[in-house]
Each structure stands twice: as C-alpha cells, then as structure tokens.
C-alpha cells in the first residue's frame, strides 16, 4: 500500500522535480503532494493532504472528472489545461497505480508546465503571419503591374518603363526581406556554435562606412567616428558583428535628413566595448521606443516601405548582440535625432 510507504523519502523523491505532482489514495485523497503542486494551487506547506480534487480546484471540472475517472474507473487520462492566477499552462497526466496483481493502489497526478512551449508555439506562428504578409505584400504590386503591362500598358514606352521600375524596386524588397529572413534563421540556428575570435573593432566600423559610402554621399550627411586611441580588441563573430554594424549605420543614414550627422563612438567600460551609433535624424515617438527591436516593427510602415525597409534589421541586431553576452539600447527624440547602443566583450 502507498499509504505504507516512507512518505519522507517519497517526499524527498518528489521535491527532486520540476513537476508538480499529486497522490491520492483509493478513496480520492490526497496522501502526498510536492511543493511545485502546493505551488500550483496557492496553497501553504502540507495543506493539500487528506483533501480531494473537487476540494482542491473546485472551479476545474475537467480536473476533478479526471481524477475520478482514476480514482473509480481506472482510467489513465491525459489534458492540456490552465491552472493558477497567471494563466500558465499545463499537461496534465493522472494515472492509476496498481500493483503487480493488478490491483488498483492510488492514483497519481503530475503537472507539467508547457507555458513556455505554447508561448513559444504562439510566437512562431505570428512570425509566419507576418513572413507571409510581408512577402504577398510586394508580390500583390509585381503582379498587378505586369498584368497591366500585358493588358496594353506596354505600348506605351513612358508607361511600361514607369511599371518596371516599380517592379525593380519591389523585387529589391523582396529580396531583401529574403536575404534577412535567412541572416535571421542562420544566426538561430547557429546560436549555439557562434565562435567568437579577437576583432579589430576600428577596423570593420571602417569598413562599414566605407561599404555606405554612396548612401552617405547621397544625403550629404558627415560621419565622425570617435574611438579611444587604444581600443582592445573585442570577441566576436567578424560577419555577425559587421551584420550589426551595417544595421545601425544604414538605419543612421535612412532616417536622418541631407546633411545630417551621423556619430559614431567607441567607449571602453569594465570588461566591455560600449559602441553607439548617434544621428541628428527624425527620432522615434516616445510609445515606440520599446518596439523598435520587434521583429517586423516600423514606425512609419508607409514611409519606411518607401524607404525599402524590411522591419527586421533591429531585431536582427539584437539577437546578435545578445548571442555574443551584450546588449542593446536606445534613446531618442522626436525631431532630435537617435542613438543606438550596442556593446560586446573585450578580449
Ligand atoms: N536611427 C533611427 N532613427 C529613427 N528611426 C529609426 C532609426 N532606426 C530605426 N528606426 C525605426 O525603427 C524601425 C525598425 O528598424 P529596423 O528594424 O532597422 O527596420 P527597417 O527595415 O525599417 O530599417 C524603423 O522602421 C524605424 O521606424
Ligand atoms: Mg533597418
């Protein structure tokens, strides 16, 4: 019988889980519970014994006829449900326990949180969504102009010329979209193997720039770029830290009027690299400051679609960052201007 067992090391067993898990004996009582189970329905050390499923969440039906099901029928059930004032979720499995001859001793419950999975669940299917929309978005507009074209717009040389060049653009967007849906996917999937070596910081800003120099002189914006005379090197993937660099300088030109400045800097602090990237652009609305680095997010989704965004490039940059240890910051102002920060480990 369970209820002859040495309920401390039963105890002790119990305490080892993640688990919550509860006993009853043959009457539908409870005999042991572990403190994640106590935990679930809010209740103090020791308190659930003697007590039945009906008397422990009277509110959960589906709980309750489960565990009489065990208790009186035999019957192993298993459900997803939510239990507690936060909405978690869990699996729950009740089981009955026999003895070698089959006869029926107790029943066991054990819950398992799933909340982070579903949340997680939830999360990719939204980013599919909007995969999906983005990518129809630009191909809805390809498609429109080239049935236009071939209806008859094509005679018209100004016209057919006026169409393609949309269609160019639209093409550029799709394929940029393409480009940072894959960087997302192969930092995920690469998290776990990022190999940081020794960078010469200095060095790839350098290249950065030099890599926007046409967007640059285009707007006529002056780029400083200030770092201490003996940088360190810091740890990092070079490709994913150049990934991050070009994110926050092409944001910089983007949304900075002509003959703006764009403000690079090089802090040292403790063990760390502090780089922010500084313009005296647009800004962004005080409401959206905590939405920029959201996968898909813009402030302005009609202006920055003109602009050929994507509205990954932030979050792009903070998942890199934070793969390497760092982080990411913002400030900004409306009408002032922008700073992005970003920090990596020194070597
Ligand atoms: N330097 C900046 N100044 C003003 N707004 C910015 C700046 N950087 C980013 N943003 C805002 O944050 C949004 C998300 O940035 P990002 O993820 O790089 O996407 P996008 O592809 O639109 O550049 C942008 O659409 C823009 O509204
Ligand atoms: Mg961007």
């Known amino acids: ?12 067993i119990l305490t080892s889980l993640v688990e919550g898990v509860i006993i009853f004996d043959l009457d539908g009582q409870v005999i042991v519970a572990n403190h994640i189970a106590e935990r679930i329905f809010h209740t103090a050390r020791g308190t659930l014994v003697g007590k039945t499923m009906q008397a422990i969440s009277p509110n959960n039906g589906e709980l ?20 507690g004032t936060h909405n978690q979720v869990y699996r ?11 006869q029926m001793e107790g029943t066991v419950v054990v819950f398992h949180d799933i909340t982070d999975i579903r949340n997680f669940a939830q ?36 016209t057919c010329r006026r169409f393609l060049t949309i269609i160019d653009t639209e093409t550029d967007r799709l394929s940029r979209l393409i480009e940072d849906l894959l960087t997302l996917s192969s930092i995920e999937s690469k998290e776990k193997l990022i190999q940081p070596v020794p960078v010469n910081l200095a060095h790839s800003i350098r290249t950065v ?13 002056m ?81 920055t679609r003109s602009q050929g965004g994507t509205g990954l490039g932030l979050s792009i940059v903070k998942h890199i960052v934070e793969s390497h240890g760092g982080q990411v910051f913002v400030k900004s102002e409306v009408g002032k201007g922008s700073t992005f920060g970003v920090c990596f480990l020194t070597v």
């Open 1 to 12: 019988m369970i209820a002859a067992l040495d309920q401390p090391k039963i105890q002790a």
């Open 64 to 83: 309750v006829a489960m565990v009489d099901e065990a208790v009186s029928g035999g019957k192993e059930t298993f459900a997803e449900t939510m239990l």
């Open 92 to 102: 729950v499995v009740v089981r009955p326990i026999k003895n070698d001859s089959g």
């Open 123 to 158: 999360v990719r299917s939204e980013f599919a969504g909007n995969v999906s929309h983005e990518l129809r978005t630009p191909l809805t507009s390809i498609k429109g102009f080239v049935e236009t074209l071939l209806d008859g717009a094509m005679a018209n040389a100004d």
């Open 209 to 221: 720039i030099n890599m926007l120099g046409p967007q640059i002189s285009e707007k006529d914006l």
């Open 223 to 303: 780029v400083k770029f200030i770092y201490p005379p003996e940088m360190p090197l810091v740890h990092a993937d070079e490709d994913l830290l150049g990934q991050v660099l070009i994110n926050l300088l092409d944001n910089a030109i983007k949304y900075t009027p002509i003959r703006g400045v764009v403000t690079i800097r090089c802090r040292e602090r403790e063990s760390r690299i502090v780089i922010t990237v500084t313009d005296t652009g647009v800004g962004i609305p005080e409401d959206s400051i905590p939405r920029v680095f959201e996968r898909f997010y813009r402030v302005d989704k009609a202006r």
